[in-house]
């Protein structure tokens, strides 16, 4: 009876940690998809403030660092330790380019890693600022 009751409280253990391992795991996950969240609404607006403002594609954390957009949650530089690795900022784009673009097709910028939303309405935003920025609105 005594080793039937270690064996079961092993594996009350191994459950409890086991339990304890998927709950830390999920917290972490809901952190890093609202800070891939924050960061990617950050360079939407700060695209659009930046297209509106300059009339061209950014082409550094600089430049986008230069406007405002009205997004107090996210600033750069302060932010850019956390920002930076959950985005992936196509500093190279022309805007005329990003303005004949499609939400597919937008190569602007995106997650770096896994999506954890989808992210068409920030595309549509941009692509519409640079249609507007490059001349191009139908």
Partial sequence: MRRTAWIWMAVVGVVL???GYIVVQAI???DD???QTMAMQYLRMACVEY???RHGWPRSWE???S???GFG???IPRDLEWVGPRVRMNFGAKLEEIARETPQTFSGFGPSAKAYYDYKVAYEDV???????????D
């Fill in 33 to 35: 998809a609202e800070r």
């Fill in 51 to 53: 297209i509106r403002v």
């Fill in 28 to 30: 972490r996950v809901g």
């Fill in 17 to 19: 940690v086991g339990a």
């Fill in 127 to 137: 692509i519409e600022a640079a249609k507007s920025g490059a001349g191009t609105r």
């Fill in 63 to 65: 430049d986008l660092a």
């Fill in 67 to 69: 406007v405002e957009p």
């Fill in 73 to 75: 949650h996210v600033e």
